[in-house]
């Protein structure tokens, strides 16, 4: 052969390697379009679902304090009625209204006395 047909031959080889080496060069992607897709997806998912536990607990602390307050309140009206109960147990006594009636001027007359039975 002669030198020019070896250059040609050679030249065309080295197309056919250059040619070859792009060919096997395609990109392999890590991650199916399918895969990306189901990952997005469930991605989506759980921030939803992250979203709707702490809004969640986040209702029922709010819940948990009125129903706090509202004890709280309860526990106070309790007291005050309980004081209460005990002024109208002191200011019934049968000594202190006897006191006052005779500071109003009444006598106590047997005669007018008249006993009631409770059934």
């Given at each position: 052969m002669s030198s020019l047909a070896r250059k040609f031959q050679q030249q065309q080889q080295g197309e056919r390697t250059v040619q070859e080496q792009s060919i096997v060069k395609t990109k392999k992607h890590w991650l199916t379009p399918g895969e990306k897709?189901?990952?997005?997806?469930?991605?989506?998912?759980?921030?939803?679902?992250?979203?709707?536990?702490?809004?969640?607990?986040?209702?029922?602390?709010?819940?948990?304090?009125?129903?706090?307050?509202?004890?709280?309140?309860?526990?106070?009206?309790?007291?005050?009625?309980?004081?209460?109960?005990?002024?109208?147990?002191?200011?019934?006594t049968y000594e202190r209204i006897w006191e006052k009636a005779k500071e109003m001027g009444l006598v106590l007359n047997e005669n007018n006395v008249k006993v009631v039975h409770e059934e």
């Open positions: 897709i189901i990952g997005v997806v469930f991605t989506g998912l759980v921030c939803f679902g992250a979203v709707h536990l702490i809004s969640n607990q986040a209702e029922i602390y709010q819940v948990n304090k009125e129903i706090q307050e509202v004890q709280t309140s309860i526990n106070e009206i309790e007291k005050v009625n309980n004081d209460l109960q005990v002024q109208v147990s002191e200011l019934s």
